[in-house]
């Protein structure tokens, strides 16, 4: 094989490869770029919240403190429309409406803003998940995790992440 012939099946597997990345990017939500921190602010303060291109920093500088901050080792169900739910929003025994047989497994991370009626849930630091409640609800999730919190032994407390 002569060189330039080499060099041009290299640059060709290059450009499929670059071009397969970039198509799973529009099909694989959690592939996407994130925009710039300033965008995400920017967004937000329009009340425009866009799940898959959020950072939780983004939702704290611009909403401030949330209601309860909560974060745990969580499993994801992934949903036909690209959209995630974890796992402990769901029915016991119950696949979610939309379920496309995936599970995405993270580190994630919980706010909950009762005045806003605001439930977002990250991923590796990028929002995945969002439900709009009543603060009841809001207010009932958090007790759940004071009350999981409280029963945890010392190992358990040991292993969690700082919050």
Known sequence: MTEP???????????????????????????????????????LRNNQVRVHLMTSQ????????????HQEHMQFFTLDNGMYIPFFRVP??????GWDNGVLTGEAQFLAYAERGEFLGFLTDRLVY??????????????????????KTQIEKNLSPSP
Do not use: F, N
């Open 5 to 43: 012939t080499r060099h041009r099946g290299s640059l060709l597997a290059v450009v499929l490869l670059w071009l397969l990345v970039a198509a799973c990017a529009q099909t694989v939500p959690h592939l996407q770029i994130l925009p710039p921190l300033s965008e995400q602010q920017a967004l």
């Open 58 to 69: 983004a939702v704290l500088d611009v909403w401030g403190p949330p209601t309860y901050k």
């Open 92 to 97: 016991l025994g119950e696949p979610p409406t």
């Open 130 to 151: 969002r439900e709009q409640m009543s603060a009841e609800g809001i207010h009932s999730i958090g007790k759940m995790w004071d009350k999981e919190a409280k029963l």
